[in-house]
């Protein structure tokens, strides 16, 4: 399975892999199986080193995964992610679009302002990142926010 083999070399790039590592993540190979068999995730792949995880946590609100890879891909990660949100509201009953980030990697939440998500609170001491329990960011957007930032299609 190509998509399969693609996704884990994606997810367990080192610039990937760390951030959840140590929170009780299964191997890059055994996320991106349980991913790809689980029908609650949406996978969309607009970019060659790029994977967009889109999991229903209800029936209006989905939780974003983004994993990038360093390099060209991330530059235009931003444009992706924008059609990759524009495409679960028009294709699914999704509302709203979460995510939850690490405070401290700081590169995710720029990409995920810029994308045009805002800040919703934080979550203290919620995941584990080299043996230290630190915050995790939550952000939003909402189908309205989207439309008014980017407009219809």
């Given amino acids: 399975m190509k998509d399969l083999k693609d996704i884990q070399r994606i997810m367990s790039h080192e610039s990937v892999f760390w951030t959840g590592k140590d929170d009780g ?58 059609k990759a949100s524009r495409w679960l509201f028009k294709n699914t009953p999704c509302r709203k679009v979460i995510s939850f ?10 990409f995920a302002y810029q994308a045009g998500m805002k800040y919703e609170g934080t979550h203290v001491k919620s995941v584990l990142q080299d043996g230290i329990l630190r915050n995790m960011i939550s952000v939003g957007a909402t189908y309205e926010r989207f439309i008014e930032l980017y407009g219809e299609e």
């Fill in 101 to 110: 980030i690490a405070a401290n990697h700081k590169a995710a939440l720029a």
């Fill in 25 to 82: 993540m299964v191997s890059p190979e055994g996320a991106a199986e349980a991913v790809l068999s689980d029908k609650r995730f949406i996978v969309l792949r607009p970019l060659k080193n790029t994977v967009f995880l889109f999991h229903a946590l209800n029936h209006v609100t989905y939780q974003m995964h983004v994993a990038i890879v360093d390099g060209p891909a991330r530059s235009r990660g931003v444009r992706s992610s924008i």
